[in-house]
């Protein structure tokens, strides 16, 4: 499986973007697909993450009620939809791939490349 993200850009506090990650190979039902950013000079981390089998779905504290994540099997394709955006949300934002659901980088085999989103105040 390949992954690639798009869908970054610059936006104005409060506004909103959506990041999209199409798979090029098959995602198999056990798959999990995750979203983490990563700030100039922070680590990577956890952002938002689905099932690939039932759509559940989870989040990470600082984005839940304003990020959503979904899923199109039939485009094999993961969105992550956000909403009031602040400019702590500014990093580079990945997609990635595993067997199981976990929030930590080393759990994912299968990494999109970056994207870049900026939010200005």
């Known amino acids: 499986v390949q992954l690639q993200a798009s869908g970054g850009g610059l936006v104005q506090a409060g506004g909103s973007l959506s990041l999209s990650c199409v798979a090029s190979?098959?995602?198999?039902?056990?798959?999990?697909v995750a979203w983490f950013r990563q700030a100039s000079g922070k680590e990577r981390e956890f952002v938002a993450a689905i099932r690939w089998s039932n759509d559940r779905t989870y989040y990470a504290d600082s984005v839940k009620g304003r990020f959503t994540i979904s899923r199109d099997k039939a485009k094999n394709t993961v969105f992550l939809q956000m909403d009031s955006l602040k400019p702590d949300d500014t990093a580079a934002y990945y997609c990635?791939?595993?067997?199981?659901?976990?929030?930590?980088?080393?759990?994912?085999?299968?990494w999109g490349q970056g994207t870049q989103v900026t939010v200005s105040s």
């Open positions: 190979g098959r995602l198999f039902s056990s798959s999990v």
């Open positions: 990635a791939s595993a067997g199981s659901y976990s929030t930590t980088v080393y759990n994912y085999n299968r």
